[in-house]
């Protein structure tokens, strides 16, 4: 029988009335090669830093040439995802896997060159590993946002990091150190503010979550 005016029109398959679910992006989209890119990288990085021994000049700035397209690429996936809504479960977990390991590559290289303190080193890598568990812990829940503070602390990390890999002397050497020391307190300081965040999404999620429970009469 032929459907009048007004008539329902049939809903799409699987719950009766349910909008179709929007699709992930695929594997392949540009923001997810970026970070594969960054991550084929990090021996390709390593490889540069310790050649001829680790102290060549010319072969440090080759290794920091690697490190900075690294880190470019870290700043163009994560953008290119938000704004073309490239955002897949890959991309959630090998976006920061990715940026941890460029950074930590290089900061264990050079304390192993003798170029960074071991306690630099250590306080970063903390810092980075504990927010990276802590994301992963809340995540879910909801994503923790990268902050203005975080953006810093990672611009400045990747300027003093890159300062270090090449060989400066003089008035350069002691700028990379100050630079260094700002990033060291951005890293403490947004570590911090990331645990306030982490904790609080967690709480209203499971809030959230105990809410729905009881209104499903579970």
Same mark, same amino acid.
């Given at each position: 029988?032929?459907? /009048?005016?007004? +008539?329902?029109?049939? $809903?799409?398959?699987?719950?009766? !009335? =349910? *909008? ?70 890959? /991309?959630?977990? +090998?976006?920061?896997? $990715?940026?941890?390991?460029?950074? !930590? =590559? *290089? ?83 947004? !570590? ?27």
């Amino acid at each position: 029988m032929t459907k /009048g005016p007004g +008539a329902p029109t049939a $809903a799409p398959p699987g719950r009766p !009335g =349910a *909008a179709p679910s929007p699709q992930q992006p695929g594997l392949w989209n540009i923001a997810n090669v970026l970070t594969m890119i960054r991550l084929l990288l990090v021996p390709v990085f390593v490889l540069l830093l310790f050649a001829d021994g680790g102290h060549d000049p010319k072969w440090r700035s080759v290794a920091w040439a690697s490190f900075a397209i690294a880190m470019i690429t870290d700043v163009f996936d994560g953008e290119l995802a938000r704004r073309k809504g490239l955002i897949t479960d890959f /991309g959630k977990i +090998a976006d920061p896997i $990715a940026d941890k390991a460029i950074m !930590g =590559a *290089a900061l264990i290289g050079l304390s192993i060159l003798g170029d960074l303190p071991w306690w630099i080193t250590a306080v970063i890598l903390a810092r980075e590993l504990g927010i990276t568990l802590m994301r992963f812990w809340v995540i879910r829940y909801a994503v923790i946002p990268a902050s203005r503070g975080g953006k810093l602390k990672t611009l400045t990390q990747g300027i003093a990091v890159g300062m270090y890999v090449l060989v400066l002397t003089g008035p350069l050497a002691t700028a990379r150190a100050v630079v260094m020391g700002a990033a060291v307190l951005l890293t403490v300081a947004t !570590g911090l503010d990331y645990v306030g965040q982490a904790v609080r999404l967690r709480r209203e999620g499971l809030a959230e979550q105990r809410a729905a429970e009881k209104a499903a009469g579970r």
